[in-house]
């Protein structure tokens, strides 16, 4: 009777708080939902390991005769050894694994498109080798849609990190060096992308735009940029 009106409020308020244009927990394509299984495995966990331990912790202070089957030692070897060892192998393999998938590891998914970013104070420039060796957007990345998307990463100054939160997780832009990240889209649309590592006093500002657009449209969209260029 209590509960259901204070469950009824808060839902809402902590569902809300997931969705979002820089929410990694509202993924819009498969690496973004690699990155939001891992996030949820680990708050299962968490939880589950917190309730054993209120439960443990309310069967120490009411039932005192509990625990004492097993000696001290036995239960710091339980729980300091039998616990943990399973559970952080097991995590570390399932986030090894998924890091591996987002770099791109294990697919036989072609890629679509190949498109390079750079990060510099304080603004992100982009470039699409693959429709012209001098097409280039700043601010807005152009992407197809549906399909994989090979992303070089650099920087002209100090070291960035390029992140979508809902398309994919970060990487470093280093200066005279190149990362690589996969990046997809399911549905054509708009994503936000910022810079995730600290820069300067322009970094809160160093934002972006990702437009995906339907896969036939895409070269079209391109050409119709670059055409514009010389008369702006
Ligand atoms: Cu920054």
Redesign the pocket.
């Known amino acids: 009777m209590f509960h259901r009106p204070i469950l009824a409020s808060v839902a809402p308020l902590i569902l809300a708080s997931c969705s979002g244009d820089l929410s990694a927990l509202d993924p819009a394509g498969p690496y973004a939902g690699a990155i939001a299984d891992l996030w949820w495995i680990m708050l299962a966990g968490a939880m589950a390991i917190l309730t054993l331990v209120i439960v443990l912790f309310g069967l120490v202070l009411f039932r005192p005769d509990f625990g004492r089957s097993l000696s001290a030692k036995g239960w710091m070897i339980a729980g300091g050894l039998f616990l943990p060892v399973p559970v952080l192998i097991a995590l570390m393999t399932y986030g090894m694994a998924q890091g591996e998938y987002l770099i791109g590891a294990w697919q036989n998914e072609p890629v679509m498109a190949r498109v390079e970013a750079r ?1 510099a104070m ?1 603004r992100w420039d982009f470039r699409y080798p693959d429709i012209g060796a001098d097409m280039s957007t700043t601010e807005t990345l152009h992407i197809p849609a549906g399909g994989v998307v090979e992303v070089r990463v650099t920087s002209a100054d100090v070291v ?2 390029f992140w979508i939160p809902r398309l994919a997780g970060k990487i470093d832009a280093v200066p005279g060096h190149e990362t690589v990240l996969r990046i997809k889209a399911d549905v054509p649309g708009r994503y936000a992308g910022i ?6 006093a322009g ?1 809160a500002g ?1 934002r972006f735009t990702v437009e995906a657009h339907a896969p036939e449209t895409y070269r079209q969209k391109l050409n119709a940029l670059t055409a514009e260029v010389p008369a702006s």
Do not use: Q, R, V
């Not at 810079?195 to 300067?200: M, N, S, V």
């Open positions: 990060g304080w960035h990190s810079c995730a590592e600290y820069c300067g970094h160093m």
